[in-house]
């Protein structure tokens, strides 16, 4: 690894839905008590990136900044242990290892990390904490938190607004940093109880096949789009325009992103993506690309995971992407294929004008500590979270997120590698979820990437609007859960051909009569007695 992108009955806090025993909790954090538990932001800036953020954009770095600047003057820790249960997607390192070891120096304290399977850390989860043991630290991502999760992290975890709300915070200067969206993010039953890793405004792209594509021009609108499928497809060559782009086509047609985000305000009224003409244009746009055969015929059979390959090996020409995987491709492609240019397509609203752009959860990782940890040890892993958030280009940074100079990474024109023994023991990343500074770009060993990203992303970010229920941790009542599920299907039939997308109206219909109105009024609820969350 040569680079690193650094990369939340009536509803008030959190009331019970099924009467007191049933342990099932909906609703969300209140909005308007939101300032008496979030941090204030205090921006570093320490370190200076070479392309900047524009509006909330991620900052850019080409280069690894010589000399690194520290961000924590000394040890936080005070010789505690602490016991801490992250996942791992990878093989777990030896305990004791010389990462670690080093890192605990660093910090003042031992951290004895307890890895678990990223794979099947859902599972884990629900096992820990329907015990009695809790580990002192637990790492919970977002797509984790099902089930009774959530009400276990508002039972079990500590409150850590005494120690970071308001100015409080200033005494973690890298904490500090952290945007707002990210802590509005963390706060479960109407306290800030997660630590969390930050996530780019924008996390999704139509990325297109610039070396192919020469000096075509590149698409601007819906029809631009469409008159790139005809020029470019040739299926006597095995070469389609497209791979499946129903989520970029979504941002294109301005629609709302799914729960808890897929309503908006019309005339004072709550209105659902499914009911709105956008979703309707959309549906029809994606159907014209299936009828005039400009997608990959494996797209178009669902099969998701080969998407990347189409894309490398030049059979399709645009696909849509977690913009995280961009580095990953470039630098798999740099060997096989010299020219490989993959570039990200700048989003456009149908008709070629400004797009609405709806801001991602601003945090996919949380980390919280355990109630039962007294207040000395609470205030010195906050400390340590403090070493964990320090920004690219720091000593701190260097230090967790590779290990040591020359035992677990060289240094050679300014790009650091891992060796073997960093591979082993400092890259399986377990550190990281302790705390995560801002999401930076950051790639000193593909400079012109860096240029590209944070460029594209700085491009999109004037067209970025925080959706009505922004940074808010809602869970809708069991009883709603499956009711958007027949939409999964019913938008695949019609953009494949199998439905039309008249059908939508009666599904819409069904959808209302079994439960949308009232899923409406309930959300309706939350905006009366919280306000919205953008």
Same mark, same amino acid.
């Given at each position: 690894?040569?680079?690193?992108?650094?990369?939340?009955?009536?509803?008030?806090?959190?009331?019970?839905?099924?009467?007191?025993?049933?342990?099932?909790?909906?609703?969300?954090?209140?909005?308007?008590?939101?300032? !008496?538990?979030?941090?204030?932001?205090?921006?570093?800036?320490?370190?200076?990136?070479?392309?900047?953020?524009?509006?909330?954009?991620?900052?850019?770095?080409?280069?690894?900044?010589?000399?690194?600047?520290?961000?924590?003057?000394?040890?936080?820790? #005070?010789?505690?242990?602490?016991?801490?249960? /992250?996942?791992?997607?990878?093989?777990?390192?030896?305990?004791?290892?010389? +990462? +670690?070891?080093?890192?605990?120096?660093?910090?003042?304290?031992?951290?004895?990390?307890?890895?678990?399977?990223?794979?099947?850390?859902?599972? *884990?989860?629900?096992?820990?904490?329907?015990?009695?043991?809790?580990?002192?630290?637990?790492?919970?991502?977002?797509?984790?938190?099902?089930?009774?999760?959530?009400?276990?992290? /508002?039972?079990?975890?500590?409150?850590?607004?005494?120690?970071?709300?308001?100015?409080?915070? #200033? *005494?973690?200067?890298?904490?500090?940093?952290?945007?707002?969206?990210?802590?509005?993010?963390?706060?479960?039953?109407?306290?800030?109880?997660?630590?969390?890793?930050?996530?780019?405004?924008?996390?999704?792209?139509?990325?297109?096949?610039?070396?192919?594509?020469?000096?075509?021009?590149?698409?601007?609108?819906?029809?631009?789009?469409?008159?790139?499928?005809?020029?470019? /497809?040739?299926?006597? $060559? $095995?070469?389609?325009?497209?791979?499946?782009?129903?989520?970029?086509?979504?941002?294109?047609?301005?629609?709302?992103?799914?729960?808890?985000?897929?309503?908006?305000?019309?005339?004072? @009224?709550?209105? &659902?993506?499914?009911?709105?003409?956008? +979703?309707?244009?959309?549906?029809?746009?994606?159907?014209?690309?299936?009828?005039?055969?400009?997608? &990959?015929?494996?797209?178009?059979?669902?099969?998701?995971?080969?998407?990347?390959?189409?894309?490398?090996?030049?059979?399709?020409?645009?696909?849509?992407?977690?913009?995280?995987?961009?580095?990953?491709?470039?630098?798999?492609?740099?060997?096989?294929?010299?020219?490989?240019?993959? =570039?990200?397509?700048?989003?456009?609203?149908?008709?070629?004008? !400004?797009?609405?752009?709806?801001?991602?959860?601003?945090?996919?990782?949380?980390?919280?500590?355990?109630?039962?940890?007294?207040?000395?040890?609470?205030?010195?892993?906050?400390?340590?979270?403090?070493?964990?958030?320090?920004? +690219?280009?720091? @000593?701190?940074?260097?230090?967790?997120?590779?290990?040591?100079?020359?035992?677990?990474?060289?240094? *050679?024109?300014?790009?650091?590698?891992?060796?073997?023994?960093?591979?082993?023991?400092? =890259?399986?990343?377990?550190?990281?979820?302790?705390?995560?500074?801002?999401?930076?770009?950051?790639?000193?060993?593909?400079?012109?990437?860096?240029?590209?990203?944070?460029?594209?992303?700085?491009?999109?970010?004037?067209?970025? $609007?925080?959706?009505?229920?922004?940074?808010?941790?809602?869970?809708?009542?069991?009883?709603?859960?499956?009711?958007?599920?027949?939409?999964?299907?019913? =938008?695949?039939?019609?953009?494949?051909?199998?439905?039309?997308?008249?059908?939508?109206?009666?599904?819409?219909?069904?959808?209302?009569?079994?439960?949308?109105? *009232?899923?409406?009024?309930?959300? =309706?609820?939350?905006?009366?007695?919280?306000?919205?969350?953008?």
């Amino acid at each position: 690894m040569a680079a690193v992108a650094v990369a939340g009955g009536v509803p008030l806090l959190a009331a019970c839905g099924g009467g007191s025993g049933s342990g099932s909790k909906e609703g969300t954090t209140t909005g308007k008590a939101l300032k !008496k538990v979030l941090p204030n932001y205090v921006p570093s800036n320490l370190v200076q990136p070479d392309v900047a953020g524009v509006n909330g954009s991620s900052p850019g770095f080409t280069e690894l900044p010589d000399p690194l600047a520290t961000s924590v003057k000394s040890a936080p820790g #005070k010789g505690s242990a602490f016991r801490i249960m /992250t996942p791992l997607w990878g093989t777990v390192p030896k305990k004791n290892n010389p +990462y +670690y070891t080093a890192v605990n120096k660093a910090v003042g304290a031992t951290l004895n990390f307890d890895p678990q399977d990223g794979n099947t850390y859902q599972d *884990k989860i629900g096992a820990v904490l329907a015990g009695s043991d809790i580990p002192d630290v637990v790492t919970i991502p977002g797509w984790n938190m099902q089930g009774q999760i959530r009400n276990a992290i /508002t039972a079990k975890f500590a409150d850590l607004s005494p120690y970071l709300a308001g100015d409080a915070i #200033k *005494k973690y200067p890298n904490l500090a940093n952290i945007p707002t969206g990210a802590w509005q993010y963390s706060v479960f039953g109407g306290k800030l109880r997660g630590l969390p890793m930050p996530s780019p405004i924008l996390g999704n792209a139509i990325f297109y096949r610039k070396d192919l594509i020469g000096s075509g021009a590149v698409p601007g609108s819906a029809a631009d789009l469409l008159a790139f499928g005809k020029e470019y /497809t040739d299926a006597k $060559k $095995k070469v389609w325009a497209f791979d499946d782009l129903w989520t970029c086509i979504q941002k294109i047609f301005g629609l709302l992103p799914d729960a808890p985000h897929y309503w908006q305000l019309e005339n004072g @009224k709550l209105v &659902h993506k499914i009911e709105t003409q956008e +979703y309707r244009e959309a549906l029809d746009f994606a159907r014209k690309l299936h009828d005039g055969g400009y997608v &990959h015929p494996d797209a178009e059979a669902g099969k998701d995971a080969d998407s990347k390959i189409r894309f490398t090996g030049g059979r399709v020409l645009m696909y849509n992407d977690g913009t995280g995987g961009w580095k990953g491709m470039v630098t798999e492609q740099a060997a096989a294929n010299p020219k490989f240019d993959m =570039q990200a397509l700048d989003f456009f609203n149908q008709d070629g004008g !400004k797009p609405v752009l709806w801001q991602d959860d601003p945090a996919g990782i949380f980390t919280f500590l355990s109630k039962t940890l007294p207040k000395a040890k609470i205030e010195e892993f906050l400390g340590i979270a403090d070493f964990a958030a320090a920004p +690219y280009g720091t @000593k701190e940074f260097m230090l967790t997120n590779y290990g040591v100079q020359d035992t677990h990474y060289t240094i *050679k024109d300014g790009v650091p590698t891992f060796t073997p023994q960093g591979i082993q023991e400092a =890259q399986p990343s377990t550190f990281l979820f302790l705390a995560s500074p801002p999401h930076t770009i950051a790639f000193p060993d593909e400079p012109q990437l860096v240029k590209d990203y944070a460029g594209w992303m700085a491009r999109q970010a004037p067209n970025v $609007k925080k959706p009505l229920f922004f940074g808010m941790q809602i869970v809708e009542p069991q009883r709603y859960a499956s009711l958007y599920t027949p939409f999964d299907d019913l =938008q695949k039939d019609i953009r494949r051909g199998r439905k039309k997308v008249s059908d939508v109206d009666a599904a819409v219909t069904t959808w209302k009569n079994s439960g949308g109105d *009232k899923l409406r009024d309930w959300y =309706q609820g939350i905006l009366d007695k919280n306000g919205s969350g953008n």
